[in-house]
């Protein structure tokens, strides 16, 4: 059995921080539309965040402190900002996200042979 004093002094002991939750919003910066299917990750942590379709996305249990947190979605250029992450808090982080089509190679078609129907009148 802890005595009285022993008790005080553990009660009083510094807790060590707990994580933090990041959430927000991934938009267009062209078209102010959210963009559903974004993915938002914590750089390093594992941990992920796929954007709902009004791309919104939380990502929990995000250790305190410096953090690298990214944004990636197709047709769109990645962003990554270096935030400060509170220890037993939230922080709200909205990402724009830059137009950027993929390139995609070019396709050449070849036709052997070429059948023409004609289509009944109606």
Known sequence: MLSPVALALLLAAP?????GTVRGQVRSEQTGGPLPG?????????LFSVADSAGRYVLRAVPAGRRV???VHLDHAALEVEVLVPADGELVLDFGLELRPVALPRVTAVVD???VARMPPR
């Open 113 to 115: 042979e070429i059948t």
């Open 15 to 19: 807790q060590a921080p707990g994580p």
């Open 69 to 71: 947190v990214r944004a």
């Open 38 to 46: 974004a993915v938002v990750e914590v750089v390093g942590a594992g």
